[in-house]
């Protein structure tokens, strides 16, 4: 059974601040991604990685940078949040062009 | 681009009613469809892709080339349906989805 594990369930942190949301995968998946969701705008891609090191920006990534070192882990970096930046994010990760496996989410919330 | 439009922010039907769930995609190729689901306090999760052409708890989609559509439906709704559901679109041999905005059903007792 895939599992996708995002570190922290909720945050809260002020403008101005770094922020680091963490994911883990364990089913050697080489693609992960983080998604934004808001209510009326769906799920909106950020940023994702089809291998180790490697990024591609999705539609919405200003704001926003992403790390991956190592296979398993993908993390999302909030430089100087913001307080539109205030949302639930998920992490996802597949294999090729198959199912996407989701994390439970992190609730951010910039003061 | 592609895009992908969910007119529907909620809907509401009474058990056993049927429901239909709308999806109209934009995209110049060969897209891939999918049905993601979310149920209260409950991770996203594949609901069907059209590719299996197979029934999921009731469900069943048919991808509409002429209309680009691939709308969600179930002849009789049950209360365990009541969920936020997601239309997405992979196009081509993309790795990445795009998403609509979603559709919060909600099935009436």
């Known amino acids: 059974d895939v599992k996708v594990t995002q570190s922290s369930r909720y945050l809260v942190k002020r403008t101005g601040e770094k922020v680091f949301l963490e994911c883990v995968q364990d089913m050697d998946h080489e693609n992960m991604f983080w998604y934004r969701q808001d209510p009326g705008l769906g799920l909106r891609l950020i940023y994702f990685s089809y291998d180790v090191k490697m990024k591609e920006k999705g539609d919405i990534p200003e704001g926003y940078s992403v790390s991956r070192e190592k296979k398993e882990r993908f993390s999302l970096i909030l430089e100087s949040a913001s307080t539109n930046q205030t949302s639930m994010y998920l992490c996802a990760s597949s294999s090729g062009a198959g199912e996407l496996f989701f994390g439970e989410g992190s609730r951010l919330t910039v003061l | 681009a592609q895009r992908v439009t969910q007119p529907e922010k909620l809907l509401s039907v009474f058990k056993g009613a049927p429901v239909e769930l709308k999806c109209n995609y934009s995209y110049s190729g060969s897209p891939e469809l999918f049905w993601y689901v979310q149920y209260s306090r409950q991770r996203l999760q594949l609901l069907l892709r059209?590719?299996s052409r197979e029934s999921i708890k009731g469900f069943t989609a048919d991808l509409n080339k002429g209309e680009t559509s691939f709308h969600l439906k179930k002849p009789f709704a049950q209360e365990e349906d009541s969920a936020m559901y997601y239309c997405a679109l992979r196009p081509g041999s993309a790795r990445q989805l795009t998403f609509g905005s979603g559709t919060q059903l909600t099935v009436l007792p």
């Open positions: 059209h590719i």
